[in-house]
């Protein structure tokens, strides 16, 4: 069964460091999104991206954040100055259409 | 506010002991709503997509149901394999976005 797949698992960083963590949705789905989760926290939407472009947008994705879709496969998403409190897991998800999002495993990042 | 209240927070349950897990919510119209498993350190697993009340959608023991104000889970003979985070999720229309809930812990016990 077709799955999304997250590198790495696991990525520690230091504070100020630019991050990219890597995605690979399912191979017919056109839609994708980031999502995180701060440790015992909601599920929190970060943005979607459709046709080579920020489709919608929450206000926790400011200027450090950014998406790409740097090939047929890949989506990614780079955090440019990182923070202490961007520590979170971050969730990859992809959709056929917008409905039914299916989410990958995910990357927890830390930040020290 | 789009919001999502999941109740209760966490549930403790013995093998066979059926019960139901509860997700209220407020939405500006209502697109779908979306029942996900979550395991510890591992991404939320799709279960069910409801669309409009009355709706009903049924895997294994698990059935969804769906009303103007709220969603059950059912949970028919649990075995331990199915304690995890049951989270709810929300889409309004034209939006993208998924709103969670902050899930319900459940813990089967043999």
């Known amino acids: 069964e077709p799955e999304v797949t997250q590198t790495p698992s696991h990525q520690v960083t230091q504070m100020g460091q630019e991050v990219i963590l890597r995605c690979v949705p399912i191979s017919n789905h056109l839609y994708f999104y980031w999502y995180r989760q701060i440790l015992g926290q909601k599920v929190e939407f970060l943005v979607s991206f459709y046709n080579n472009e920020i489709s919608e947008k929450s206000e926790i994705f400011d200027d450090q954040f950014s998406v790409e879709r740097p090939d047929g496969s890949n989506f990614t998403l780079k955090i440019r100055s990182t923070k202490l409190e961007d520590s979170a897991m971050y969730f990859c998800?992809?959709?056929?259409?917008?409905?039914?999002?299916?989410f990958g495993p995910g990357t927890r990042l830390t930040v020290l | 506010e789009d919001q999502v209240t999941q109740s209760p927070e966490a549930l403790r349950l013995q093998e066979g002991e059926s019960s139901s897990l509860n997700c209220s919510y407020t939405v500006s119209g209502l697109r779908g709503l979306f029942w996900y498993r979550q395991d510890p350190g591992k991404g939320p697993e799709f279960l069910f997509t409801l669309y409009s009340a009355g709706e009903e959608k049924e895997k294994e023991r698990l059935k969804a149901t769906l009303t103007k104000k709220e969603s059950f889970l059912h949970i028919t003979a649990p075995k331990p394999e199915d304690s995890a985070t049951y989270l709810c999720a929300v889409q309004a229309r034209n939006t993208d976005k998924l709103i969670f809930g902050t899930g319900t812990r459940l813990q089967v016990f043999p």
């Open positions: 998800a992809s959709s056929v259409a917008t409905d039914t999002q299916y």
